[in-house]
């Protein structure tokens, strides 16, 4: 791969990834709020299965990177909501949800299950 395709790769991963921080910070509005696992798992499975395609020989680097990013996202909502309250007075999106880190594997493990069954019939 050249130099322009490397190029490229970064910007969809630097462009990709601060959507997705964004997406994440932001309350969900009422309507979706029964379906928030559903969500999660949903984008960790799509996310995965992109991720596994551009990058095919380090699939468990991007298992690993996308979990952490999972977590850290929690972590940050809650730290985030914490100075929200200070400053505003009331929190500004969800709060830490172990059950989200939950259906964000769930999501990476039916990525990663996917991703082995469409790349077996690629070959």
């Not at 462009?15 to 379906?35: D, E």
Request: charged share 20%.
């Amino acid at each position: 791969m050249g130099v322009q395709g490397k190029v490229n790769r970064g910007r969809i991963i630097v462009v990709l990834t601060l959507l997705s921080i964004v997406g994440f910070m932001l309350k969900l509005p009422r309507v979706f709020h029964h379906y928030d696992k559903e969500l999660h798992t949903a984008f960790y499975f799509s996310a995965y299965l992109f991720f596994s395609f551009l990058f095919p020989k380090k699939w468990f680097l991007v298992f690993l990177i996308l979990l952490f990013f999972g977590i850290g996202i929690e972590l940050f909502q809650d730290f985030s909501n914490t100075i929200s309250i200070r400053l505003v007075g009331r929190r500004i999106h969800g709060r830490f949800d172990p059950e989200d880190v939950i259906a964000n594997f769930y999501g990476l493990v039916y990525g990663a299950i996917g991703f082995f069954i469409l790349n077996r019939f690629r070959r």
